[in-house]
């Protein structure tokens, strides 16, 4: 597409995007990208200051209107006081999601109108979903600064984009549209593929959705997005280049990220996000991390009921600093990573989140007992051509089932070769079990691929133990 159309283009799908926010009562979040993106910039000193400044309204807002808080506090001495700090967070009890379903109209704010809030669910990738409470102006807040973190990794209102996604409530409807929704699909500016089935019609039917739309963008889960480029460069069809591609929802492996960039050209850039949460971080050009949004998420990494420094694995805890209709305070994510101990190199004073590594169920347990991270069997095989796609689920602690696609016959030296590789990360005590399948499915609910599944108990945490008040 020439350059002058391509412009011209792009401009009228803005104007169509803006008319498409007014219409679904997000026309306001203009400010908030604009808000994102001075934070961004912020020396350290004033960034703490103002989160500090943000903490301190969120625990008072949420003692003061949210009945479950104001009773759980309480009950270890703790007020709310204009010195609340960021250390002092640290003693308040974790919330999770057990305690929102059962007690999700405790958590809600008496100060919001039940038209002032917006219902969402959870994903439910690894088991029920949750729903959970936005105020209206939280959410125009989370897509306002997520325009700011998009527009970094290069991509603004009215790009094109390819969107290769699996919930299902996200997609559009099957069938002819009417004008409503033929509107809706050009102001949006993009091709959404669904990746819940990624069987090879359905990929030769992308490919040529793809090609007419000529996308700047490709976005989606990174197993999808690999499964799609794969199709494409095996069978010899035309490329789809791309200036940037973005990848969020599963953990993005450094051969993944390769493979992206070589099959269709962009720049890839990672991104953690939930439903709960927004975007919580992103990558910059220097790729050494995800930047937190931390004017939006406090982040605080856990272990065994306790804060951890930087450096120490732990899991993901996020204080929810926008959402006045259900506070969510300490709010516990499943997921783990670390936080760097220093800062970027690009300068910016946002912290970094780095070794995302899936979720504490992607854990496998050793006969001992202890812990291997699922991360660290997901790279394995990478050496072995015919293994095409791979996922382990433990039963019982001493047995360990390999799932694997393949495009050749596994002999008895490649599976020989597997066990090996596997018995190096999780011991020689464990029984493991080859088992060539046709395909691995997604999960039904959202698309995503789950390359470690953990059926075992896992032990909780010990609970904060109460404070006296003079401690707080």
Same mark, same amino acid.
């Given at each position: ?284 050009? *220097? ?7 931390? +004017?939006? =998420?406090?982040? /605080?990494? @856990?272990?065994?009921? #306790? $804060? !951890? ?105 490649? *599976? ?7 018995? +190096?990360? =999780?011991?020689? /005590?464990? @029984?493991?079990?080859? #088992? $060539? !399948? ?35």
């Amino acid at each position: 597409m020439p350059g002058v159309i391509k412009r011209i283009d792009r401009l009228l799908r803005a104007f169509a995007h803006d008319i498409l926010d007014r219409r679904d009562g997000i026309s306001g979040w203009k400010p908030h990208r604009a808000a994102f993106l001075a934070s961004a910039r912020k020396d350290a000193r004033t960034l703490w200051r103002d989160v500090q400044a943000r903490l301190r309204r969120i625990i008072a807002h949420a003692y003061e209107t949210s009945p479950y808080y104001r009773e759980q506090w309480r009950a270890i001495g703790f007020v709310p006081s204009p010195d609340f700090g960021l250390e002092d967070l640290q003693h308040l009890p974790f919330l999770t999601k057990d305690i929102i379903r059962e007690r999700k109209s405790e958590l809600v704010s008496g100060r919001f109108r039940p038209e002032e809030l917006d219902l969402s669910y959870t994903g439910g990738t690894t088991g029920a979903q949750t729903s959970f409470y936005l105020d209206h102006a939280c959410t125009v807040s989370r897509v306002g600064r997520q325009w700011g973190i998009l527009e970094l990794c290069g991509y603004r209102p009215g790009m094109r984009r390819g969107l290769v996604w699996g919930v299902h409530s996200d997609l559009p409807p099957d069938g002819a549209r009417s004008l409503k929704q033929r509107f809706r699909h050009y102001a949006s500016s993009q091709e959404v593929l669904c990746c819940t089935v990624m069987n090879e019609p359905a990929m030769a039917e992308y490919h040529g959705r793809l090609r007419r739309l000529r996308p700047d963008v490709l976005y989606g889960y990174p197993s999808a997005l690999v499964e799609l480029g794969r199709f494409i460069s095996e069978r010899g069809l035309q490329p789809i280049r791309v200036d940037t591609i973005i990848t969020t929802a599963e953990r993005l492996t450094p051969a993944q990220r390769q493979f992206l960039q070589d099959v269709f050209g962009g720049e890839v850039f990672n991104l953690y996000c939930t439903r709960e949460y927004g975007c919580i971080g992103f990558e910059c050009n *220097r790729h050494q991390g995800l930047h937190i949004d931390t +004017e939006s =998420v406090l982040v /605080e990494i @856990t272990r065994d009921g #306790r $804060r !951890v420094g930087p450096g120490e694995p732990g899991e993901i805890t996020i204080t929810d600093l926008c959402n006045y209709g259900m506070p969510f305070i300490r709010s516990r994510t499943g997921d783990m990573g670390a936080l760097a101990a220093e800062p970027c190199a690009c300068g910016s004073a946002l912290p970094l989140l780095q070794g995302l590594d899936g979720r504490e169920t992607d854990m496998i347990y050793r006969p001992d007992g202890s812990r291997v991270a699922g991360l660290m069997l997901t790279d394995l095989f990478m050496d072995m051509p015919p293994i095409r796609q791979v996922q382990f689920v433990q039963e019982k602690l001493d047995e360990l089932d390999v799932l694997v696609v393949a495009t050749a016959e596994l002999t008895p030296e490649v *599976r020989e070769e597997a066990i090996r590789q596997v018995r +190096e990360i =999780v011991g020689e /005590e464990m @029984t493991v079990r080859i #088992r $060539r !399948v046709a395909e691995i499915p997604r999960n039904e609910r959202s698309g995503k691929y789950r390359e470690v599944i953990c059926k075992l108990p896992r032990p909780e945490p010990p609970r904060n133990e109460p404070l006296q008040p003079s401690e707080m």
